[in-house]
Every structure is written in structure tokens, then in C-alpha cells.
């Protein structure tokens, strides 16, 4: 409670700070106080805070996640849970899988001072497999362990827009490990973070943390903003003794630029790197366990860019194509892996008819990953490269004044393992 009192204080104070000299001296911090609570609504409106929406219009909210498209959250044809930048802001939360606490239905239980088991219809384990994990689009999902690191997932939480948690099957549209569920973080825009942030305490248990944004533009139509974030934990309290201890450090930026009104380019890119403690159980030829207790520091290091156009040719149409590149690398004594992930992603929707919507899409995911061997854990290959095709179609009708909504698709994916899939929905 003393960090997370720290931490609202100084948030505020620094806050206050900023828009005092941006008032007094009207220059470039001019503005920056941005409402984190905004919503936009289909009509157009802004409401600075949910607490000033009517029932009406909390069930308008937009989602893009079941649809790949934007759509009021009563349309959506699926168990859909969203939260939002204030929902994060009045938790106290300070790390993202703290925040999925919030979620209904959604188990979360955290292992240690730097490790969470987070799933959605199955068993709760670190690694919950069929759970996707994507941030602005891009899949976090390890296919080596068949789950998510979650302590490799963050960023400044201020800078978060919702987090659109899907419980049940999405693997028609986003793929075979949406099978349980999935989770879609999806950051502001950059021209909804202008200005600067500064948050900064530290107490018993969060030690020290600290993030630093600051959002600024070049023109009308090319916004950015750039941000670092450290921080570092205290281990958890064991009478046996604990050593998970955590510190991280990461940075990165994101640029929207509004080549005109009908096209969209977004470059965004990020970097961390850190060290998590743990204890590894190691097998020996030692009577009487046969085992060995040791304490080590995990290295943890990940670059990724992501490059997104998006091109709008009616309220009815639109073509979106993604290409990222993501690289991670880990250290454990007993795990060590390198990956380099490529992913390209094609989606286009239009109307075939007036009461017709048909969607679109093809997709092309490498990774590759080399995992050195050591006396505990080997793998065969070593070096091994796995790659994924998909296709996926869906066609949507209106009835009934758009009272009664039919979609009919499939998803046709071949894998370096399993060959040909089809996943059909209606």
C-alpha cells in the first residue's frame, strides 16, 4: 500500500507539474494533460469519464477483436469482456496480469514475485495453452512452451487504451491458439498521448519504478511519442527463503501518420531487457534426493517493430495489412532459448450486398528458434524453423432491419506439424 500511495502522488504531482508549465509557457507541452478515461462513441462523442455514461451508452462501446472490425459490443457474437484505461487506473495495478484480475472469468493467480498462470476454460498452470496473447496485434505467444512469459509482457499502463479479453473459441478469425480464449492489449494512438508523463516512486516492495513518456507531432497528421520504463521487486517472503527477485528496463516508440483521410501508416517498435530471479531444481546422482536446489538470475532480452497500413475505402470497407519482426532472447540453466519471429497478415472486409459483409484474409507466420543444450534439457533439433499459412473467410448476413445477424466462415491453416486444418464457424 505505502508504493502504490507513492506512486498516485507522484503520478498526480508530476501530472499537475507538466500542465502548470505548459499553461505558463504555452509551448510544446501545451495540452498534454490527456483525458485517459476519453471513449469514443459510434455518434462521435467524447465522454471524459464512464461514470458520466448512461446504460445506453456503456452497451455502444466499440470492440475490434471478435470481428476484426469495429462494432457497438452488444453486436458482438461472442463472451467479451473490456477494460478499460480507467478501469486500470482506479485498480492500483502495476503490471498488466494484475490488471486481468479484473476480468470475469478469467483465473489469475500470480506463482511469484515475477511469474503469473493466467487462463480462460481450462486448467490454471503458468503456461495456459489455446490462450492468444497479442499486444496492438502482435502475437506473444510461445510455441515452444505452448503459452505466454508474462513477465516479459508490459508497457507504461498509462499508455494502454483497453484490453478486450474474449472468453470462449476465436479460432476462426485469430487463429488455432484462440481456442479457450483470448487476450488483445491494445495501446493509444499517438495522438492521444501528447504531452509528457513522468511517474516515479518506490517503496518496500516495488523497490524503485519509474516511466517517462512523452508524445509530440510534426504538422496535422504525423503524431509520435517516445517512452522508458524500469523497474525493480523485491522477492516474495518464504520461510524457506525465496530469490525472485525482478528488475526490468524497456523503451520504445510508436509514430501514426495520417497520409490522408483514407490511409494510415503505424510504425511502432520496443525493447527490454532484464533479470528474474528463480529457483531451479536440478536432477544429481546425490543420495538422498537426487536433486539440487540453486538460485539464479533468469536474462531476459526482446526486440520487436511492427509496421501496420490500413486503408479505408467506405464505412463498409476497409484493407488492413501487419508485418512484424520479433526477437527474444533467454537464459535459464536449464532452458536456453533464442527466436526470431516474422509474421505478415492481410485482412480485407466489403459488402457484397446491402444485407451482405464478407471478410477476408491471408496470413504468413516463420519463426525459428535455437535452443542450446545442457546436461538437463535438450532439444532434437536444436535449430528447427516452424511455419504457418492461413486463410480465412467469413461471410455475414443482416435480417430483420439488422435485428438478426448469420455468419458462416472457416479458417484453412497448414502448419510445419499438423498439415491442413479447417476451423468452421456459424
Not at 83 to 100: F, K, W
Not at 148 to 153: A, N, Q
Not at 166 to 178: D, E, M, Q, V, W
Not at 199 to 213: L, M, N, Q, W, Y
Request: proline content about 4%.
Amino acid at each position: 500500500m505505502r508504493s502504490l500511495t507513492l506512486r498516485s502522488v507522484l503520478t498526480i504531482s508530476a501530472t499537475w507539474f507538466w500542465w502548470l508549465l505548459a499553461t505558463v509557457g504555452g509551448g510544446p507541452l501545451e495540452g498534454s494533460m490527456a483525458h485517459a478515461a476519453d471513449i469514443n462513441l459510434p455518434n462521435g462523442n467524447e465522454i471524459r469519464d464512464l461514470t458520466e455514461l448512461g446504460l445506453e451508452e456503456l452497451m455502444t462501446m466499440e470492440v475490434t477483436s471478435v470481428a476484426l472490425k469495429s462494432q457497438p459490443i452488444t453486436q458482438a457474437p461472442a463472451a467479451i469482456f473490456v477494460l478499460t484505461q480507467e478501469d486500470i487506473r482506479r485498480s492500483g495495478a502495476n503490471s498488466i496480469p494484475d490488471a486481468l484480475r479484473l476480468v470475469p472469468g478469467l483465473i489469475v493467480a500470480r506463482i511469484d514475485s515475477n511469474k503469473w498462470a493466467v487462463s480462460s476454460r481450462s486448467e490454471t498452470e503458468r503456461f495456459s495453452d489455446d490462450l492468444l496473447v497479442m499486444v496492438d496485434g502482435k502475437t506473444v505467444w510461445s510455441p515452444s512452451v505452448a503459452g505466454t512469459f508474462w513477465e516479459t509482457i508490459d508497457t507504461v499502463l498509462e499508455d494502454i487504451d483497453r484490453i478486450e479479453v474474449i472468453r470462449g473459441p476465436g479460432g476462426t478469425l485469430l487463429g488455432a491458439n484462440a481456442i479457450n480464449g483470448a487476450i488483445n492489449i491494445i495501446t493509444k494512438k499517438a495522438k492521444d498521448t501528447q504531452g509528457a508523463l513522468v511517474t516515479i516512486g518506490g517503496g518496500t516492495e516495488e523497490r524503485a519504478f519509474t516511466s517517462v513518456r512523452y508524445g509530440g507531432h510534426i504538422g496535422q497528421d504525423f503524431h509520435f511519442r517516445v517512452f522508458g520504463k524500469a523497474f525493480e521487486r523485491d522477492r516474495n517472503f518464504n520461510e524457506a527463503g525465496s530469490h525472485d527477485d525482478w528488475r526490468m528496463g524497456r523503451g520504445g516508440f510508436r509514430a501514426d501518420w495520417d497520409v490522408n483521410p483514407d490511409n494510415v501508416l503505424t510504425l511502432q517498435s520496443n525493447i527490454y531487457t532484464g533479470r528474474a530471479g528463480q529457483q531451479s531444481t536440478i536432477p544429481t546422482l546425490i543420495a538422498p534426493d537426487f536433486t539440487n536446489t540453486q538460485a539464479e538470475d533468469v536474462r531476459l532480452q526482446g526486440q520487436d517493430l511492427l509496421l501496420r497500413w490500413g486503408h479505408t475505402f467506405s464505412k463498409q470497407s476497409d484493407l488492413t495489412v501487419q508485418l512484424y519482426y520479433d526477437r527474444t532472447q533467454r537464459e535459464e540453466i536449464s532452458f536456453k532459448e533464442r527466436r526470431q519471429t516474422y509474421d505478415f497478415d492481410l485482412r480485407h472486409r466489403f459488402p457484397l450486398f446491402s444485407n451482405q459483409e464478407i471478410l477476408w484474409g491471408f496470413g504468413f507466420r516463420s519463426t525459428t528458434d535455437d535452443i542450446e543444450p545442457d546436461r538437463t534439457f535438450s532439444a532434437d533439433p536444436a535449430h528447427r524453423t516452424l511455419r504457418t499459412i492461413k486463410g480465412l473467410i467469413q461471410d455475414e448476413f443482416r435480417f430483420l432491419n439488422d435485428r438478426l445477424r448469420l455468419a458462416v466462415g472457416a479458417q484453412f491453416l497448414t502448419h510445419s506439424y499438423t498439415g491442413l486444418l479447417i476451423q468452421p464457424t456459424v
